[in-house]
């Protein structure tokens, strides 16, 4: 069966469950297959993750030194096949996991799981950093060049070359759910969590009474405000601009980006934490606390507590997952692009990532949240540990927001406005790399031309994102993520002696930089 024909069957079929029982089967996803029993997808990622790692002999420790030293660029050969060097690649992929993530879904795990979510997300990390080694280096081995001259890789292509074309069915699947979760979670979210930081702002000057923040009903249970609508027009105006260059006016803006708003962000959180240094042991005794010993006395014990683990667990690898994208294959398809012969090379800076995005920065949030106390206005706490608490509970970007208002406040009063500015150039970042990912997989399914439509309906889901209802988005969202996550999980499974030989045979080389070479 043709990729294409395969690619409609797929999304029609997606259509149609949607349109049958709505999000509710794809959230299934994440709770299969029960409330008592750890999630399959939980099992999967960590499972995986610990069985590459032990297979591969634990590289996220024996090659981060290599990893850094590749990044650094002195390997880089301008002649080599590719499309980006080493430090642009991981750039884009940064891009797209450095985000929303770190400061939205940080926040949104310490709501619902508490602080002990903090500790599953570094689990995830830290498995994940292999499976994001081991994802990026079989990408770029089986990567192609396409029509144009550019690169055209990913789990997708992966799984087809490496596996063989009785496995393109998997590999269609991953595809398939890469576009939609390029239109939900690389998209829709990071539009919805701008627009709703840009309306909690105005709305703080004008009031929500004023014409452009009045909320005004569209449909029942749907409504909208001009201020929504401006956001949207705008996000999709800036978006547009850098996507319809391709992937090299990504690339350079992504190398701007990201370490631009990393300075800004963590240089804030740094201040934050050293005003409340005495609280900073406390949060980490809470985090380490909450992971396996949930407040009994309100959860109950026995089965409850059982299940507010799982709760906790489940919130701190979905929101890991969506911070660092470790197994979900989509940072493998920017790092597909790099411009080296040695598939491993770009493995090592791959591994980078989680530890930059994940255990670096999501834990510089996390402790923003627990040591101002911010994280008290969180369901979590309200449910579990003080039923009595009056204040008022915040959610996602607005949670992060209120925590360095807080911290901040010693030095001046507009702290949260540090997010505001992040949550726009993280989100705005994180659309622009995540629409390379769902081009690379729709020029996949349906081949080149299909690239510039795929772009304009990219840009439609930003704006609406801008308007639309978090729970909506978020839910999908992870669904997709989910669903795009087993095919690489397999592939990788699969592959893991290839990549093992791969790995062997690379390091037993000696690895001399480039200006020495050409002596």
Known sequence: MKRSTAGIIGFSLIGFLLYSYGTDLFEAVWSFPGKRAVPLMVIMLVGTGIFITIKLGFPQLRYFWHGVKVTRGIYDNPEDEGDLNHFKALATALSATVGIGNIAGVATALYYGGPGALFWMWITAFFGTTLKYAESTLSLRYREIDDSGFTAGGPMYTIEHGLGHSYRWLAVTFAVFAVICSFATGNAIQSFTVSDQI????????????????????????????????????????????????????????????????????????????????????????????????????????????????????????????????????????????????????????????????????????????????????????????????????????????????????????????????????????????????????????????ILPYKWMFLVFVFIGAIAELEAIWAFGDAALGFMTIPNLLSIILLSGALKRAQTKYFSQEHIPYKKLKK
């Open 199 to 450: 309306y909690s702002e105005v709305s703080q000057v004008v009031g929500t009474e004023h014409w452009i923040t009045a909320k005004f009903a569209l449909w029942q249970g749907f409504n909208l405000s001009w201020q929504q609508i401006i956001n949207g027009l705008l996000m999709a105006t800036i978006v547009g601009a850098v996507i319809i260059g391709g992937i090299k006016r990504i690339g350079n803006v992504t190398g701007f980006l990201s370490p631009f708003m990393a300075v800004i962000y963590v240089s804030a959180t740094g201040l934050i934490l050293v005003s409340n240094a005495g609280n900073v042991g406390e949060s980490f005794g809470l985090i380490f606390q909450m992971a396996f010993n949930p407040p009994a006395e309100i959860a109950g014990v026995g089965g409850g507590t059982f299940l507010i683990i799982m709760n906790t667990m489940l919130w701190g690898v979905k929101r890991g997952l969506y911070s660092n994208e470790a197994g979900q294959g989509s940072a493998a398809i920017a790092h597909s692009t790099a411009k080296t012969k040695y598939p491993v090379r770009e493995g090592a800076v791959a591994m980078l990532g989680p530890f930059i995005d994940t255990i670096t920065i999501c834990t510089l949030t996390g402790l923003v949240i627990l040591t101002t106390g911010a994280w008290h206005h969180t369901e979590f706490y309200v449910t579990r540990i003080d039923p009595t608490f009056a204040g008022e509970l915040f959610n996602s970007s607005l949670l992060t927001s209120f925590a360095f208002k807080e911290g901040l406040s010693w030095l001046f009063g507009y702290g949260d406005k540090i997010v505001t500015l992040a949550v726009i150039l993280f989100a705005i970042s994180t659309a622009i790399s995540w629409s390379f990912y769902g081009d690379r997989s729709i020029e996949y399914l349906f081949g080149e031309k299909s």
